[in-house]
């Protein structure tokens, strides 16, 4: 049996997250949304809610398309089970260290804005706690033992998330 400190290892230079990104995010929207299909919203997200969801929706296209094509330039592994080869300090790996879960978090927003689900709004820290705790943590440690000196100065001088 594996423990969660196993899970972390991952296979050499591979990140072994606890919960995959997608999933720690889109569970929460999903349950928001069944939610509010089940028993309905709370409060009225009212007409402002479609132009701040579809800015957020282009933010996330933009903003994670960068970053993914910075992931093909320096062919370093994005999908779990590929290898991580290098720290990315460019583009937006310059204002976050974790980019690509500022992305998935402004898209989660944006969905349940446009969808309305007051209670997805409501469960967005479920997801950023989630990411946190499934993928973060995991990927610190990972790239702190295989990167060291390169990293632990990277994190000084980059916030986690904004």
Do not use: C, K
């Not at 290892?9 to 591979?14: M, N």
């Not at 933009?62 to 320096?74: E, Q």
């Not at 080869?85 to 980019?99: D, H, M």
């Not at 033992?145 to 100065?153: N, P, V």
């Amino acid at each position: 049996m594996s423990s969660p400190r196993d899970a972390e290892r991952g296979d050499g230079r591979v990140v072994g997250f606890r919960l995959w990104p997608p999933v720690a995010v889109g569970g929460p929207l999903l349950v928001g949304l069944l939610l509010t299909g089940a028993v309905g919203d709370p409060v009225d997200l009212g007409g402002w809610r479609v132009p701040a969801g579809w800015a957020l929706v282009v933010a996330f296209v933009v903003w994670n398309g960068w970053a993914l094509a910075l992931f093909g330039r320096h062919r370093t592994g994005l999908l779990p089970g590929q290898p991580t080869s290098t720290i990315l300090a460019e583009g937006p790996f310059a204002v976050s260290r974790n980019p690509l879960y500022v992305g998935l978090l402004a898209l989660h927003l944006g969905v349940a804005l446009l969808a309305p689900s007051a209670w997805s709004l409501l469960l967005l820290p479920v997801a950023a706690g989630l990411l946190h705790w499934g993928a973060i943590v995991p990927e610190e440690r990972f790239l702190t033992r295989e990167f060291g000196d390169e990293y632990t100065s990277y994190a000084a001088r980059v916030r986690r998330w904004l």
